[in-house]
């Protein structure tokens, strides 16, 4: 019988992870040994944004390096693990069953590979690179409320053994983002205690309604495209959550994580 896998959130950091000397890094290596083997991946990264949901169906995606100006070690990573295109149908058909809320139109793209908000944690997770991975796009102009619908409706894959996988920051404002500076801001702490309380309470409702309820919640994310994954894997494991991890980066970057279910 398939254990019920929890849905996970991350967040990924910056691409330089896999080099960093952070308590991050250290989480998300024994993160796979925690959760254990799943049959396959379900990520939702910050770093694919469309305007209808889409899932890839490539069967050997490429690793996207989706940045510039970083050392060039991090260019010759590779994190080549097999894609899953059954997945991505399979994720398809459950949003197209829950109806107008989750599903909006459903593409699929036929070559999209892992972008770093996905192959940096799994390659640290999973450095084996042989448990099948497909991505689902976010859009952001949809809002926190369709994401967490999103999840909701991909919850039935926890049974199957797959791990529904968010991908983004709990505070993600790089406007300050203070590259050596390890002083945490007042505000940037405020907002991840009260998203940690929030998430630990189920109160779905309000990560949905973060930018009024929380302190600095717009200023911790200006935009939200670092958030939604937050909620996709909420929604999944049914609202309420508990913190893997929680530490900072480079001042006020959240390098929390959390599983729901």
Do not use: K
């Not at 590259?179 to 998430?199: C, E």
Request: aromatic share 8%; with cysteine; hydrophobic share 45%.
């Amino acid at each position: 019988m398939t254990a019920t896998l929890p849905s996970v959130f991350v967040s990924h950091g910056a691409p330089t992870l896999p080099f960093e000397e952070i308590p991050a890094r250290g989480f998300l290596e024994g993160l796979g040994r925690e959760l254990g083997r799943p049959e396959a991946v379900l990520c939702v990264s910050a770093h694919w944004e469309t305007t209808a949901p889409t899932l890839s169906l490539a069967a050997a995606p490429e690793t996207i390096h989706d940045f510039f100006g970083f050392p060039e070690p991090l260019y010759q990573l590779r994190y080549p693990a097999p894609g899953a295109p059954g997945l991505a149908r399979r994720a398809a058909a459950l949003l197209a069953e829950a109806g107008p809320g989750a599903d909006r139109g459903i593409e699929f793209s036929e070559a999209r590979g892992l972008d770093h908000g996905a192959w940096v944690p799994l390659m640290l997770m999973y450095p084996e690179a042989e448990i099948p991975v497909t991505q689902l796009s976010i859009q952001t102009a949809r809002g926190p409320a369709a994401h967490l619908a999103l999840g909701e409706a991909l919850a039935p894959l926890r049974q199957e053994g797959v791990l529904v996988l968010g991908s983004g920051g709990t505070v993600h404002n790089l406007r300050e983002w203070r590259a050596g500076d390890a002083t945490v801001p007042a505000w940037a702490q405020a907002f991840d205690d009260w998203l940690a309380s929030r998430i630990e309470a189920g109160a779905a409702d309000d990560l949905v309604d973060y930018r009024t309820l929380g302190p600095e919640g717009a200023r911790a994310h200006p935009s939200e495209e670092h958030y939604l994954p937050l909620l996709v894997a909420a929604g999944a494991g049914g609202g309420r959550g508990r913190a893997l991890h929680r530490s900072f980066a480079q001042g006020g970057l959240s390098m929390a994580a959390y599983a729901f279910g």
